[in-house]
């Protein structure tokens, strides 16, 4: 099996035809898929068990997030490379075969690839790969531009947006922890950015191939705005407590320190969940910082390197 296509759904009913359909249609047809349901309480099963056979379905009592029912998915999957992909994505017929293609054509440290993402108008750039700031923001590169072609030619990117994220099955058992590819204590939310900074500090690398292209419907997700600020707060020191260094941190504090400082305050008075997204950052550290000694044991590139990313 050449790729295994990990897809997690919630409550999709609305979207996971479309993105089914696409599979179905691809030029490539080496694939198999693999649905991790998180206690979906609409159609989302009924519609995958009745209308597509040929999906293997994982049920989960209850909602376990974005990463661990993915790790549970590249766990049970047999494929040389893997593809996690969101219900509210539709591919391109030909994206598997340019994915395909260009990683077994490519440098073999090459162990993440981006596709060009659209957003539902088909004309709006929705990802094309990720980029860190000195902020330590996360963002997706070219978001909300009109694609005019301004980044139609192949190019290495820090990481991939884990909404249609491909990646070479070797490296993720490298820099997997414990059996976690996806870290669990994200949930979901910044959790492509930690295995991108991750496989960036082992030494993988990350391209951008254009001529794989996806459509993102987005709605797939009931979380509100407060919850996914938690999220947020919460990953953001998760990210940087496990993968930065103290020289990157010291040289770019002018530029995370005052930004941290006011959405700190900010947020602690206007949304209560962040409270907890700290008491969970507190409870975690030991854990935390036992995935950083493992991190660090395995770096091999400089904290230079690093910062030639950080926009």
């Known amino acids: 099996m050449k790729v295994s296509v990990i897809l997690v759904t919630w409550n999709v009913e609305g979207f996971i035809r479309q993105c089914l359909e696409a599979l179905r249609q691809q030029t490539f047809q080496d694939f198999e898929v693999i649905v991790v349901d998180n206690g979906s309480r609409d159609q989302t099963i009924s519609i995958i068990e009745k209308q597509y056979p040929e999906v293997a379905l994982v049920r989960n009592r209850e909602n376990e997030g974005f990463c ?10 047999g494929g040389d490379y893997i593809l996690t992909l969101n219900a509210d994505v539709v591919l391109d017929k030909s994206f598997l075969q ?23 108008d088909k004309v709006t750039l929705d990802s094309t790969g990720l980029i860190l700031s000195r902020s330590r923001r996360f963002y997706d590169r070219g978001a909300e531009q ?7 030619g192949e190019k290495e990117v820090f990481g991939v947006c884990a909404g249609a994220g491909f990646y070479r099955r070797a490296m993720l058992e490298d820099i997997s922890i414990d059996g976690e590819y996806f870290d669990d204590n994200f949930f979901f939310l910044g959790e492509d950015f930690d295995i991108s900074w991750r496989a960036q500090l082992y030494g993988w690398k990350g391209g951008f191939v254009p001529s794989a292209v996806c459509y993102h419907m987005r709605g797939s997700s009931e979380h509100g705005s407060k919850f996914r600020q938690y999220l947020s707060f919460k990953n953001r020191y998760f990210l940087m407590l496990k993968n930065d260094s ?5 040289l770019t504090s002018p530029w995370w320190l005052p930004y941290d400082a006011a959405r700190f305050v900010y947020l602690i008075f206007t949304n209560r969940l962040v409270w907890w997204g700290l008491k969970e950052v507190i409870q975690a550290f030991p854990s935390i910082r036992r995935k950083r000694r493992v ?8 904290n230079r390197y690093i910062r030639g990313w950080l926009r």
């Open 146 to 152: 009109r694609d005019r072609g301004q980044y139609d």
């Open 295 to 302: 991190i660090k044991a395995h770096t091999v590139v400089s």
């Open 246 to 250: 103290l020289t990157n941190v010291l």
């Open 68 to 77: 661990r029912a993915n790790n549970r998915g590249i766990s049970l999957s």
């Open 98 to 120: 340019s994915m395909v293609e260009t990683i077994e054509a490519g440098d073999r440290r090459k162990g993440m690839l981006s596709g060009k993402m659209l957003r539902q």
